[in-house]
């Protein structure tokens, strides 16, 4: 399945005649695209996970992300400010770029039998990623300066790769992959109820 981001955000440089509510629904198609391709990945490596590896996975609370005060539960998400719903998916967005990075170089040599789609599959997310927080950046001028404040978590990876033997890599992979995902419904959520309130939606089906 392939999918054109220039087919929803190759205006982003020129938006400033397109509409607000224009702009949400091509972000928010972009964002259920990276979750729902991010899920898809993380089943492809579940197919060849050995079980163990599930026992020795980290906690989601060890997620470089999870220090970044984010809503939770559904109620208070749409009490929240578009600013601030814009500000937390930039920062998110923001932070997985090195992480993106890292499992994209990684991904060719990971020891799994269909390394290659996980390579081109983990490269079409990097790439989404990238040109979703440059389209926000329309997003931003339209909602005002409190939308451009940002809460950077850097990323550190100790030894710079995933390790050496092969349960660590796939261990290593996954484990970022899963946080990944988790973030990108988060991204997806924050989106799809900006979006509602741009088209005037009751609160309750968003």
Same mark, same amino acid.
């Given at each position: 399945?392939?999918?054109? $981001?220039?087919?929803?955000?190759? $205006? +982003? +440089?020129?938006?400033?005649?397109?509409?607000?509510?224009?702009?949400?629904?091509?972000?928010?198609?972009?964002?259920?695209?990276?979750?729902?391709?991010?899920?898809?990945?993380?089943?492809? *490596?579940?197919?060849?996970?050995? #079980?163990?590896?599930?026992?020795?996975? #980290?906690?989601?609370?060890?997620?470089?992300? @999870?220090?970044?005060?984010?809503?939770?539960?559904?109620?208070?998400? *749409?009490?929240? &400010?578009?600013?601030?719903?814009?500000?937390?998916?930039?920062?998110?967005?923001?932070?997985?770029?090195? &992480?993106?990075?890292?499992?994209?170089?990684? +991904?060719? @040599?990971? &020891?799994? #039998?269909?390394?290659?789609?996980?390579?081109?599959?983990?490269?079409?997310?990097?790439?989404?990623?990238? @040109?979703?927080?440059?389209?926000?950046?329309?997003?931003?001028?339209?909602?005002? #300066?409190?939308?451009?404040?940002?809460?950077?978590? &850097? /990323?550190?990876?100790?030894?710079?790769?995933?390790?050496?033997?092969?349960? @660590?890599?796939?261990?290593?992979?996954? /484990?970022?992959?899963?946080?990944?995902?988790?973030?990108?419904?988060?991204?997806?959520? /924050? *989106?799809?109820?900006?979006?509602?309130? +741009?088209?005037?939606?009751?609160?309750? $089906?968003?």
């Amino acid at each position: 399945l392939t999918f054109s $981001v220039s087919v929803l955000l190759c $205006v +982003a +440089a020129k938006a400033q005649g397109v509409g607000l509510g224009e702009l949400l629904e091509r972000a928010a198609q972009t964002s259920e695209y990276i979750h729902s391709l991010s899920s898809a990945l993380t089943n492809e *490596l579940d197919s060849h996970f050995p #079980p163990s590896g599930r026992m020795l996975m #980290p906690r989601p609370s060890l997620c470089h992300t @999870s220090s970044l005060n984010m809503p939770t539960d559904k109620e208070d998400i *749409l009490k929240l &400010p578009e600013w601030k719903l814009v500000s937390l998916v930039r920062s998110l967005l923001l932070s997985w770029s090195d &992480p993106l990075l890292l499992l994209s170089s990684e +991904a060719p @040599s990971l &020891p799994h #039998p269909s390394s290659g789609a996980i390579h081109s599959r983990t490269r079409e997310l990097q790439e989404n990623t990238h @040109s979703l927080h440059s389209g926000l950046d329309t997003l931003v001028n339209k909602l005002g #300066p409190l939308s451009q404040s940002l809460n950077l978590l &850097p /990323f550190t990876w100790k030894g710079g790769d995933l390790g050496t033997d092969r349960n @660590s890599r796939l261990l290593n992979f996954h /484990f970022l992959l899963s946080c990944f995902r988790r973030d990108s419904h988060k991204i997806d959520s /924050f *989106l799809k109820v900006l979006r509602c309130r +741009a088209a005037k939606m009751r609160p309750d $089906v968003c």
